[in-house]
Structures are given as C-alpha cells and as structure tokens.
C-alpha cells in the first residue's frame, strides 16, 4: 500500500473511534430543503444513513440542523410528496384538446373524401321503391304497403 492510502485508512479509523461519523457535517444538511431534489441519490442516501444513525441516539445531542434535515427526509414534500404542479392540469387539457381537435378534423376530412355510394342516391331509392311496388314486395311495411294505403287497401 502506498502511504497516501494508508494516512486515509489511519484518519478513517481515528473518526470512527471518535464517533464523527455519526454526526452529518453542518455543511451536508444545511439548507436541505432546497437541495434535497438537487442532490445525487448517493449523496441522499449518505446523509440519510448518517442521520438515522444519529436518531438512534440521543436526540438532545443532535443539533437543531441535524432535527429539521431529519424531519424534512421523513415528511418533507419530495418524491411523492411533491406539491402538484399548477400548470399541469392546464397542459394535460391543452394537449388533449389539440389531439380532439386534430382527430376531429382528420374524420371530417374523410367524411368529404369518401365517394358517394350509387345505391345510396334518390335516384336508385326511387327505383328500388318503383320495383318493389312492381313486385307488391311486403305488403305490410315498406313502399308497396304505402302504395296500398294510398289505394285505401
């Protein structure tokens, strides 16, 4: 081992014998409330560890720092405790509405595209009707039916 890591190893286990590692330093948890999301996951995961070792003792030995960072990791309003974005709601509808909007007119615009079917037209309606009054077709409903009511059949 070079000396540079075993000066690193010694000053590891002097902190560890002195309990300092059980303390968050002041400068990790001051203003976590405003960098908590601005953190590594690594980075919350240490200060994390370190505070739950130090709520494992005496609370009266942590400091007021220590307390707040404690309780805004437990109950602040981060991951899903997130306050809502206000604009979001407006977003969702604006995107829905362009996507209404966009289908709506796509299905209008196919309606006039389509070709007129030629069985569909007055023309041949009038024709079907002509030759099922020729056939006296369904005498009970239907254009033939209408023709013997006009009869007074």
Do not use: C
Request: hydrophobic fraction near 40%.
């Amino acid at each position: 081992m070079n000396s540079l890591s075993t000066v690193g190893l010694r000053s590891l286990k002097l902190s560890l014998s002195r309990g300092i590692s059980t303390r968050a330093s002041a400068a990790s948890i001051a203003g976590i409330e405003s960098r908590w999301g601005k953190l590594p996951e690594a980075e919350q995961g240490a200060i994390a560890d370190r505070l739950a070792v130090a709520e494992k003792g005496d609370w009266k030995n942590m400091s007021l720092e220590e307390k707040r960072a404690s309780y805004y990791i437990a109950y602040g309003e981060h991951g899903a405790r997130n306050p809502k974005d206000p604009n979001l709601t407006k977003s969702v509808m604006a995107y829905s509405s362009v996507f209404v909007l966009v289908a709506y007119g796509m299905y209008a615009w196919w309606q006039t595209q389509k070709p007129v079917v030629r069985t569909m037209t007055p023309e041949w309606k009038a024709a079907e009707d002509a030759r099922a009054i020729e056939l006296q077709q369904n005498p009970f409903q239907g254009a033939y039916a209408d023709e013997l009511k006009k009869q007074g059949k």
